[in-house]
């Protein structure tokens, strides 16, 4: 998402914009640069969720919705629950609960590494809803967590449908349930959160862009501008319908 982005946020600006990866430090390494670096406009922040489940576990100390200034939101989405297509034990979310129920803490969900993530938080509220319990195992790369769902090294996968598309239409990997709070269009034959539980507040993925609060208010909406502009352009709008 960052680098198509930033495609069209290049050519507006006629200078090439340069995509750091700061992996470690449970994904906070990129917050820690992007608020010791001068408040000149050059540094900015690609984020997501996680800042601000990370600040609520105490991992980050920066208020995100206080001590930065959103600059863009690139993707709001949500996540799924996914099994093999032909797995024998269960084929939709009604099999999945009754073999989770008469199994209990051995169903093994895969996830990301780092703790205190969103996905951590929307499979605690799923195990409440469904009233069920998951053995979760953690991958530090997606490439890892998909290719242990297709190999039947982990029971079922949480992430979102735009990441794993090749494998809904490969048919290596099929939904069972959606955290959203109705169907959504794409899978109206499958479950939402909502449907099992209608008190839950359902919780989005959110990618996006924070620019330093003490810049210089002329540079702030400058950026504002090209970000916006960035946004509407055809081929990051085609990018996110797409996904």
């Not at 210089?216 to 970000?227: A, N």
């Amino acid at each position: 998402m960052a680098r198509t982005f930033l495609q069209q946020v290049s050519k507006n600006l006629g200078v090439p914009v340069i995509v750091v990866n700061k992996p470690g430090g449970n994904a906070t390494l990129g917050f820690n640069d992007f608020w010791t670096a001068p408040a000149d406009g050059y540094t900015l922040l690609q984020y997501n969720d996680d800042g601000v489940t990370h600040y609520v576990s105490g991992i980050l100390k920066q208020n995100p919705t206080k001590d930065y200034i959103p600059l863009a939101i690139g993707q709001v989405v949500y996540s799924q629950i996914y099994i093999r297509k032909n797995d024998p034990r269960f084929h939709d979310w009604e099999s999945f609960v009754k073999y989770a129920k008469a199994h209990p803490g051995e169903v093994t969900l895969g996830n990301i590494a780092q703790r205190g993530n969103l996905e951590e938080v929307q499979a605690v509220q799923l195990e409440k809803a469904g009233n069920i319990k998951f053995r979760q195992i953690s991958f530090d790369k997606p490439s890892e967590r998909y290719a242990a769902l297709v190999g039947g090294h982990v029971d079922a996968l949480l992430e979102q449908p735009g990441d794993v598309a090749p494998y809904l239409k490969s048919g290596d990997m099929k939904p069972i349930i959606s955290f959203t709070d109705t169907r959504p269009q794409e899978f109206q034959d499958i479950p939402c959160l909502k449907d099992l539980d209608p008190s839950v507040k359902n919780v989005y993925k959110v990618r996006g862009f924070y620019m330093n609060p003490k810049m210089s208010r002329d540079k702030q909406e400058y950026l504002l501008d090209v970000f916006k502009k960035a946004y509407e352009s055809k081929e990051f709008q085609n990018y996110i319908n797409d996904k």
